[in-house]
């Protein structure tokens, strides 16, 4: 199932469109099967990447209000293993349309469900709000990416995004990641944006992305040309800073399957030893009636001698059929047999511990008087 990315950051003007469309074409470059679905009224993916406005097309509204699925709304791209689900600035009204719908939340998941299979990377551009459009990525999302300048109060500028995601986390979709934060329109020669990026490093740790999106021409110029920077002028620096990116979210997500490979391994051992442990019960279970005989040959024994020493008259006869079980003493003194019922008495050798049981009878009341 293919990996979904929300590029949110509900700052305006930070480059999340322009991550959106050249992340897209860098990951469909590398042969990976990706899909952009534009998710901002604004449309602006979906002009740069060379769509006219055109309110007959399917579009990202049609999906969202379930007019149309997302298969009917897949447009291909001049890079081969590129799809776009297109916006229209009647998007705007789904804020509003979807606040009476049932799951409003899930409706951008439901819809993606079926073609999650076809692409390996879905990456929603969303608008610079946190709205009910960024909530509905950030449901169906798996992970967000947060493209952000280098300025002061950097931090305080993403933590209302960060309590967004921490809540979307608690009521809808519990697996939702920060996949990273990139640094665009970099400029590293200033000390401002050193200190910046180390404060981040600081924070972020390894989610900070190590490549930075330099401020550069080609990109700023891309969209009115209707083309990804890889497409347009792939020698540029901007071209070549969203490959590094792109390498970067293809080697972490090859490092995640990875070690759900090696979960999964650790997983089958443990279901092997589990299947060792119960065939090593069903053994046990074999050998239960030998210990069960054991046990039972050991209490009869205990009887014997507990009858023997509460009630000895009556338990005599008892301790002498055991004696005889025991000596294979085929004779019953006349003694014996004239306390215990005859037939009793004459019970030949090999039907003695019928005879136990019956020599027992009368000495239970002394064993429950014990026993209390
Ligand atoms: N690395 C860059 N170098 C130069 N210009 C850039 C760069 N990245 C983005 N821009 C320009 O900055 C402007 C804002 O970028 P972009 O539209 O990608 O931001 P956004 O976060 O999607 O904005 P919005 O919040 O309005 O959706 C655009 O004019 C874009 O061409
Ligand atoms: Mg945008």
Request: proline letters at 5%.
């Amino acid at each position: 199932m293919g990996r979904v990315i929300a590029i949110a950051n509900q700052k305006g003007g930070v480059g999340k469109t322009t991550t959106s469309i050249n992340l897209a074409s860098s990951v469909a470059a590398a042969e990976v099967n990706t899909l952009l679905v534009d998710c901002d009224p604004q449309s602006n993916a979906s002009s740069g990447l060379g769509f006219v406005k055109d309110p007959d097309r399917i579009s990202t509204y049609d999906v969202l209000m379930g007019m149309a699925s997302a298969e009917e709304a897949l447009q291909k791209l001049e890079l081969d293993q590129l799809w776009v689900i297109p916006a229209h600035k009647n998007l705007i009204g789904a804020n509003l349309e979807l606040i009476d719908v049932e799951r409003r939340e899930f409706q951008l998941r439901d819809a993606l469900a079926p073609v999650r299979d076809r692409f390996q990377f879905i990456l929603l551009d969303c608008p610079p709000a946190l709205d009910l459009l960024t909530l509905n990525a950030l449901v169906a999302a798996d992970s967000v990416l947060i493209p952000m300048q280098a300025e002061y109060f950097a931090l305080e500028g993403i933590s209302e995004l960060l309590d967004t995601v921490q809540r979307i986390r608690q009521s809808f979709n519990s697996r939702l990641e920060i996949e990273g934060v990139v640094l665009t329109m970099f400029d590293e020669r200033t000390n401002l944006a050193q200190q910046v990026a180390a404060e981040l490093r600081n924070y972020f740790a390894e989610k900070l992305f190590t490549a930075t999106i330099p401020r550069n021409i080609r990109l700023a110029e891309d969209p009115s040309h209707g083309k990804p920077a890889l497409v347009y002028d792939v020698r540029s620096r901007g071209a070549e800073s969203y490959i590094r990116l792109a390498k970067e979210v293809l080697e972490n997500e090859a490092k995640r399957r990875t070690q759900a490979l090696d979960a999964l391994v650790v997983e089958t051992e443990d279901r092997a030893d589990e299947l060792g442990d119960v065939s090593e019960n069903e053994l046990a279970d074999q050998q239960l009636p030998r210990a069960v005989k054991d046990t039972q040959e050991s209490v009869a024994a205990e009887i014997a001698s507990e009858v023997t020493e509460q009630a000895p008259a009556a338990a005599e006869p008892a301790a002498d059929a055991l004696q005889q079980v025991a000596g294979n003493d085929a004779a019953v003194s006349a003694s014996d047999v004239s306390e215990q019922p005859e037939p009793a008495a004459q019970i030949p050798n090999q039907q003695v511990p019928d005879a136990v049981v019956q020599a027992n009878q009368p000495a239970r009341p002394a064993i429950a008087e014990h026993g209390d």
